[in-house]
């Protein structure tokens, strides 16, 4: 059993499992390796002023295995149930429960549909300013969400406000990820 599980690996599935696992949630992230940061060059997000796309994820996977989350690369999940206790995760390789449920599966919103998310008329998963779904503890990312407007720096902000939202449930109260130059580990 895991706090959060993160289905797919690209800005946002990066983004939510690095916001959780800092924040000491146990933490899987599973990926196909079918984000479309293959195609992407970046060169309009903040901070970056030129970066490959594959890149980009490559340094992101390496920051969220740093702080603790436990990445599948290559392990798809096949289906999401929920349970008594959360939720029931499958791939090919074996089955997982986790509390949480983070889909960040970009334009491929088959797994929302299967575990029974309400979607917009715009036939995108309804999702709050949080990103939370109709289903309690399950948050869908990105595409998912989203008709249009796909970007890294939009991916990313909403991976993090889905783990924002799990966090301030987790902690009874709103909390916010705010570190001091002080709270930085030495690198």
């Known amino acids: 059993m895991v706090d959060v599980a993160v289905v797919g690996g ?5 983004s939510a499992a690095q916001f959780a696992a800092k924040n000491d949630l146990e933490t899987v992230v599973f990926d196909t390796d079918e984000t479309w940061m293959h195609k992407a060059h970046l060169f309009n997000y903040p901070g970056v002023r030129s970066i490959d796309g594959m890149t980009f994820i490559d340094i992101a996977q390496k920051q969220a295995d740093s702080r603790g989350a436990d990445l599948h690369e290559d392990e798809e999940v096949t289906s999401v149930e929920e349970t008594e206790d959360g939720f029931a ?3 090919e390789d074996g089955e997982y429960e986790a509390d ?3 889909l960040a599966t970009g334009g491929n919103r088959d797994l929302a549909e299967d575990l029974g998310c309400a979607f917009t008329d715009e036939d995108v998963v309804d999702v709050n300013v949080d990103m939370q779904t109709s289903i309690d503890g399950v948050y869908a990312t990105g595409a998912m969400g989203r008709d249009t407007k796909w970007q890294a720096a939009i991916a990313v902000g909403d991976g993090a406000a889905a ?7 987790e902690k009874g109260e709103y909390y916010h990820d705010f570190d001091m130059p002080s709270d930085v580990p030495e690198i």
């Open 163 to 169: 783990v924002l939202d799990i966090l301030s449930k």
């Open 10 to 14: 690209g800005p946002a599935g990066l």
């Open 100 to 102: 949480y449920v983070v």
């Open 89 to 91: 995760l499958t791939t």
